[in-house]
Every structure is written in structure tokens, then in C-alpha cells.
T-cell receptor, first 117, second 113 residues
Framework: DADVTQTPRNRITKTGKRIMLECSQT?????MYWYRQDPGLGLRLIYY???????NKGEISDGYSVSRQAQAKFSLSLESAIPNQTALYFC????????????????FGPGTRLTVL | SQQGEEDPQALSIQEGENATMNCSYKTSINNLQWYRQNSGRGLVHLILIRSNEREKHSGRLRVTLDTSKKSSSLLITASRAADTASYFCATVLATDSWGKLQFGAGTQVVVTP
């Protein structure tokens, strides 16, 4: 079984709809991230969470919200989807203690392809 | 603007040849990581090099880091068709105690049999 899973894998929706993307992990990691990827571009950080009580905005948080329901679950919501939110969305996890500088590897889910019409 | 930029944007080679791609960054780093992404899939970590390291190897991969030039290179030796993928560098800034990654736009590598 995959360590980081995302649901749904594909979603087509209409402008104005509320959408939730879900991420679960079995790696026991404390840190979780949401990224979006647009064609020809690298990944851009939307939100990140370093434990259940901690939520932080990333580079492009406008139009998105997140919820860390448990250490293993981190969901991303689009309150009112718009066409320019059409992208590939990735969840990732890493494990590290708070305040430790260094050298974390991130583990990615398979992605959710979202299309907003 | 992005912290890391890969060069070239695309690379086409034949099986058995070596593939080299470069990453330049703007701000001092704690470490630099390389990831591979097969088409439409999640990223897979390949190798991590710390700011005090100059070279690391992992199987057919060789990574170098030149902090004076703020650049890194990834060499894949004896490439195989299965190496066809996009390769991304990602940096952790020296000022970031939380270790967030900043990604470049990637190099798309095609290896033909």
C-alpha cells in the first residue's frame, strides 16, 4: 500500500463549486504539505502543517484553505473553484522535530488532477 | 521568482549516454535535493546534498554542489529508457529552520532506446 494517498485522483468541477481534496499518510510523519503544479512549472507551496495544531500559508494560499484533522490527514479545500485553479495537486509529508534545521526528504502522493470548467 | 532554475529545460539522449542537468539558485541554502517525476505522477526523492558537501553518489547518479557559484549538477550515467522523466531541484534556504522546499521548473529528459 502507498504511504501517501490522495483522493480523488481526478476531478472535474464547475466554477463556483466547493471542492475538497484529501490526503492520508501512514508514514507517521508530523509534517504535511500541499503543492500545486502547472504545466511547465515546478511545484508551488499552498499550505503546510507541522503538527495538528499548526497551519501555515505557503506561496500561493489565496483561494484555498486546509484542515489538519489528525496527524495522518491533511485536506485542501477550494471554497469557490475558478478555472485558473485547474492544476495537478500534490500532498507531501516529511518527518522532523520542531526547530531542527536541516535535511528533510519529502514523500509525495500520486497527485490529484483537478479541472475547473 | 523561483529560487531554483534548471538548465536545460529539455534534454533528449540515447540509451547508454550520460545526461547532465544543472540547477542554479539565488539565496544561500542549507541543502539541495533532486527529485524525479514520471509523467503525471508524484515526485520521488533521488538524492540530497548538504551545503558543506561537494559531491554525492547514488547508484548511477552523481550530484555536485558549488556554493560559491550557487549551482548544482545532476549526472545520470549510462542512461536507460526508464530514466525518461522530469527532474527537479529543490532547495532548503539557510534561513528556513522549518526545511521548506523551493522547487525549480524542472528538466524534461527523454531517453530513446
Amino acid at each position: 500500500d502507498a504511504d501517501v494517498t490522495q483522493t480523488p485522483r481526478n476531478r472535474i468541477t464547475k466554477t463556483g463549486k466547493r471542492i475538497m481534496l484529501e490526503c492520508s499518510q501512514t508514514k507517521g510523519h508530523d509534517r504535511m504539505y500541499w503543492y500545486r503544479q502547472d504545466p511547465g512549472l515546478g511545484l508551488r507551496l499552498i499550505y503546510y502543517s507541522f503538527d495538528v495544531k499548526d497551519i501555515n500559508k505557503g506561496e500561493i494560499s489565496d483561494g484555498y484553505s486546509v484542515s489538519r484533522q489528525a496527524q495522518a490527514k491533511f485536506s485542501l479545500s477550494l471554497e469557490s473553484a475558478i478555472p485558473n485553479q485547474t492544476a495537478l495537486y500534490f500532498c507531501a509529508t516529511s518527518g522532523r522535530g520542531q526547530g531542527v534545521v536541516g535535511t528533510d526528504t519529502q514523500y509525495f502522493g500520486p497527485g490529484t488532477r483537478l479541472t475547473v470548467l | 521568482s523561483q529560487q531554483g532554475e534548471e538548465d536545460p529545460q529539455a534534454l533528449s539522449i540515447q540509451e547508454g549516454e550520460n545526461a547532465t542537468m544543472n540547477c542554479s539558485y539565488k539565496t544561500s541554502i542549507n541543502n539541495l535535493q533532486w527529485y524525479r517525476q514520471n509523467s503525471g505522477r508524484g515526485l520521488v526523492h533521488l538524492i540530497l546534498i548538504r551545503s558543506n558537501e561537494r559531491e554525492k553518489h547514488s547508484g548511477r547518479l552523481r550530484v555536485t554542489l558549488d556554493t560559491s557559484k550557487k549551482s548544482s549538477s545532476l549526472l545520470i550515467t549510462a542512461s536507460r529508457a526508464a530514466d525518461t522523466a522530469s527532474y527537479f531541484c529543490a532547495t532548503v534556504l539557510a534561513t528556513d529552520s522549518w526545511g521548506k522546499l523551493q522547487f525549480g521548473a524542472g528538466t524534461q529528459v527523454v531517453v530513446t532506446p
